[in-house]
């Protein structure tokens, strides 16, 4: 196959233009939520040509590479960006948010929301923005025949509007009276582009989530293209999947989280009858711990009764294979070779810290970490609140230095994995912090 895509994709990019085949595809409506009735609660997927596919994955990734090194891209836009995601999006954010706290600051935080984002890209708008990016010629061409013969966008199309957007990203700081007239200034020019560009606002949706005691929570308003309105202020908001509340606790995403996973566990007792410990051990891998870990480093629990809370789904489901339900917890978890999720997310925190220093991930942190020699070496700030002195930057600091430089200077991620399961968890199936009884369902 390779041979004749190559002739195929070397003469469709020769010629600036794409097979009519590649221009044809099947759309199916995802439900997002709220009522099944409207029309508009539904999300159109475009299910096209794999070879276009194919073609359009190998573009995208050259014009990626060449935005990242002309600098064209902000270093604060994460989505759709190597080595970055949303952890590390949320990672940074909270971030500057415990940091500010931490020194008796408040800081005010806006989110936005575009209406329809992805099919409110304009393509003369778009070929006008590929051209000053210096992106043209017959890679410019065919980017021009392949929008123009299509209606749903890619995702290199919104990662260069995206870019503009990210403007929020830099409207960090720590608020006093007069600093939220900087936000309010800068959401008028978020305004202003909605309109030049045009991406319609949402300004029902968009929400201000006010951080520290004494702030004194300013009402900031924004144009949606008729009249300034006031967003609305909101202790608890999701940003990227995650439940982020005014006071930095985690135990209504922990909620939802554990609701969910508990919702699919029961799903998968009537739909599946047998109890085989080798099929439960994966279903419950596959399709119930990833809700109980979805970025976990940037939400890791340190209350007592947030930790019990998780583990109970994990305990309730290593009962479910008949071979070993009489069987005591960390037993159930050798015999499935599992380890406690708080374990897990430890571990987790280990290898979050050796991608970052490996460059596997980037994170932008606001204040560079300090180290001493050796260089592998990790320091900790002082903090001041329970958020802080929890947040990921803090915790991980005891645990990365203790492991031996062996460890640190792994060349890749799996063997990473390996020496730290050797060397920090031999026992880690005995490692929960609570007993049956307190576990109990």
Known sequence: MTYPLTLIYNKALSEGSTPLAWEQSHITPLFKKGSRLDAANYRPVSITSVPCEVMEKIIKEQITKYLEKTSCISNNQHGFMSKKGCTSNLLESI????????????VDIAFLDFAKSFDKVSHRRLIHKLKAYGINGNVGKWIESFLTSRKQQTVLVYKIYANDTKLLQEIKPEFHDADCLILQNDLNIISE??????MELNVAKCKVVHFGHGNINHEYVMNDGNTFLIIAATDVERDLGIFLS?????NQHIEVATRRANMILGLLKKTFRSRDIKLWGKLYTTYVRPHLEFAVPVWCPYLKGDIKEIEKIQHKATKIPHDITSLLYAERCRRLNFTSLETRRRRGDLIQQFKLENGFEIINWHNPPLRRTPSNVLTRDSTYNNAR????RIRIVNDWNYLPLSCKKTPSINPFKSRIDKYFFPTAANSASFTEDELHV
């Not at 971030?95 to 408040?106: E, G, P, V």
């Not at 582009?193 to 045009?198: D, F, M, N, Q, T």
Request: hydrophobic letters at 35%; glycine letters at 0%; a positive charge.
């Open 389 to 392: 002195h929890n947040f990921f």
């Open 95 to 106: 971030d500057y948010i415990t940091k500010a706290l931490s020194k008796r600051n408040f």
């Open 246 to 250: 005014n006071d930095l606790k985690w």
């Open 193 to 198: 582009w909605s309109k030049e560009w045009p």
